[in-house]
């Protein structure tokens, strides 16, 4: 007789979406406290790292002979995914911080920061944006808010701002770079 973990990874591999839901019932709480104890973030970032976790498993996933196996597996991918999210928001901040120094500048300028002229052009661009979006730039970048506070001023979720910042910041770059071709 087959082993349990042989069998549901197997079943996981040949696609069954019953096995995919029994093996989400049966792993999340172990992958979501091998991403607490790897990361020592909030639930939410923790949350996601699991949730990408288990997508990875679900696209690669193989018939494995053992539990001791497949919680070794799982443990690795909960640490890739984790690195990933936490390389990602590292990126994500550099960014940000690159777009900060750039609308809090107020004549004094930073070393090969922006010069007075792409400072009062980006200014332009944020007071065109909807006054909401402008609003939550503003938070954000010259206020140094957090998501968590500036969603808790403005009545929206966090998910919700960082969407919406998101989209505003993509689409001052896109104005940018449709600036950089003419």
Same mark, same amino acid.
Request: net charge negative; aromatic share 6%.
């Given at each position: 007789?087959?082993?349990?973990?042989?069998?549901?990874?197997?079943?996981?591999?040949?696609?069954?979406?019953? %096995?995919? #839901? %029994?093996?989400?019932?049966?792993?999340?709480? +172990?992958?979501?406290?091998?991403? /607490?104890?790897?990361?020592?973030?909030?639930?939410?970032? /923790?949350?996601?790292?699991?949730?990408?976790?288990? +997508?990875?498993?679900i696209r690669?996933?193989?018939?494995?002979?053992? #539990?001791?196996? +497949?919680?070794?597996?799982l443990?690795?991918?909960?640490?890739?995914?984790?690195y990933?999210? +936490?390389?990602?928001?590292?990126?994500?901040?550099?960014?940000?911080?690159?777009v900060?120094v750039?609308?809090?500048?107020?004549?004094?300028?930073?070393?090969? &920061?922006?010069?007075?002229?792409?400072? *009062?052009?980006?200014?332009?661009? @944020?007071?065109?944006?909807?006054?909401? @979006?402008?609003?939550?730039?503003?938070?954000?970048? $010259?206020g140094?808010?957090?998501?968590t506070? @500036?969603?808790? *001023?403005? &009545?929206?979720?966090v998910?919700?701002?960082? &969407?919406?910042?998101?989209r505003?910041?993509?689409?001052?770059?896109?104005?940018?770079?449709?600036?950089?071709? $003419?």
């Open positions: 007789m087959p082993d349990p973990v042989h069998t549901l990874t197997a079943a996981m591999a040949a696609g069954d979406p019953r %096995a995919v #839901e %029994a093996f989400y019932v049966q792993y999340f709480d +172990l992958m979501y406290r091998h991403a /607490c104890n790897i990361t020592r973030r909030d639930e939410a970032f /923790c949350l996601d790292v699991v949730q990408d976790a288990v +997508l990875r498993v690669t996933v193989r018939a494995v002979d053992s #539990e001791a196996q +497949l919680a070794s597996w443990r690795l991918v909960t640490q890739t995914a984790a990933d999210l +936490l390389k990602a928001e590292s990126r994500r901040k550099r960014r940000e911080s690159v900060a750039t609308v809090s500048a107020t004549g004094g300028q930073a070393e090969d &920061g922006p010069d007075e002229d792409q400072t *009062a052009w980006l200014r332009e661009q @944020i007071a065109s944006l909807d006054p909401q @979006i402008a609003r939550l730039i503003e938070l954000r970048y $010259e140094g808010w957090t998501l506070r @500036i969603a808790e *001023a403005v &009545g929206l979720s998910g919700t701002v960082d &969407g919406r910042l998101r505003a910041l993509r689409e001052l770059r896109s104005r940018v770079k449709r600036c950089d071709d $003419e």
